[in-house]
């Protein structure tokens, strides 16, 4: 089983910036891809962010391009998600994800493990 426990939401104001962490445990984890999504109330959970085993595969879905920047330290089995420039928009649940494979995707059913959310609001 592997477990992923997020950190760092908040409340900031528009414009301003958040960082995202979230911590893998478990000896099921093999350390391959991983992905950022988040979810607001009534909509379901739209991909954010996406990153492989070794960093080499990066992509973002088009509204966070240029303001987030997903990364890992695979050493310390942490994933990071920085968030500059955020507006409005951006809130919502926030959720890591990891896969056993290392295939790059973007849809929610390739991956295996979720944490709970951290919620991010961003005031106007």
């Known amino acids: 089983q592997v477990e992923l426990v997020e950190y760092g939401g908040g409340l900031v104001q528009a414009g301003g910036s958040l960082r995202l962490s979230c911590a893998l445990s478990g000896r099921s984890w093999t350390g391959s891809a991983m992905a950022w999504f988040r979810r607001t109330p009534g909509q379901e959970r739209e991909f954010v962010a996406f990153i492989s085993r070794l960093s080499r595969t990066i992509f973002y879905t088009d509204s966070v391009r240029g303001r987030f920047t997903i990364s890992r330290d695979n050493d310390n089995s942490r994933l990071y998600l920085q968030m500059n420039y955020l507006q409005p928009e951006d809130t919502a649940m926030y959720y890591c994800?990891?896969?056993?494979?290392?295939?790059?995707?973007?849809?929610?059913?390739?991956?295996?493990?979720w944490g709970q959310g951290t919620q991010v609001t961003v005031s106007s």
């Open positions: 994800a990891a896969r056993r494979y290392n295939g790059a995707t973007s849809h929610e059913k390739d991956f295996d493990w």
